[in-house]
């Protein structure tokens, strides 16, 4: 079985911090890639940082140098650093996990942005 749960959303004004964590389950993450990804209203679900087992990062371009992913592979969890906040970062926030051709998504937990 696997299991993600989302943690650490919550209300911020612009320019703030704020650090989102992702608590997996099972014996399989140490050897899978893990994401983040963002959902707003009426809108399809983007990409927003990756990290694969060999600590390989990807950012999108709207994030990168004021979002950081990491991940430890003891306690079986991703986190996702974001600083410098910005109005259009508010969405619902994923975390999806990758192995062998399948994908696992989290519920997600709510960003939002706003003075």
């Known amino acids: 079985q696997v299991q993600l749960v989302e943690s650490g959303g919550g209300l911020v004004q612009p320019g703030g911090s704020l650090r989102l964590s992702c608590a997996a389950s099972?014996?399989?993450?140490?050897?899978?890639?893990m994401g983040w990804y963002r959902q707003a209203p009426g809108t399809q679900r983007e990409l927003v940082a990756t990290?694969?087992?060999?600590?390989?990062?990807n950012y999108a371009e709207s994030v990168k140098g004021r979002f950081t992913i990491s991940r430890d592979n003891v306690k079986n969890t991703v986190s996702l650093q974001m600083n410098s906040l910005k109005l259009e970062d508010t969405a619902v926030y994923y975390c999806q996990q990758f192995f062998r051709g399948r994908e696992y998504w989290g519920q997600g937990t709510q960003v939002t942005v706003s003075s």
């Open positions: 990290i694969t087992p060999s600590l390989m990062t």
């Open positions: 099972g014996s399989i993450f140490s050897m899978s890639a």
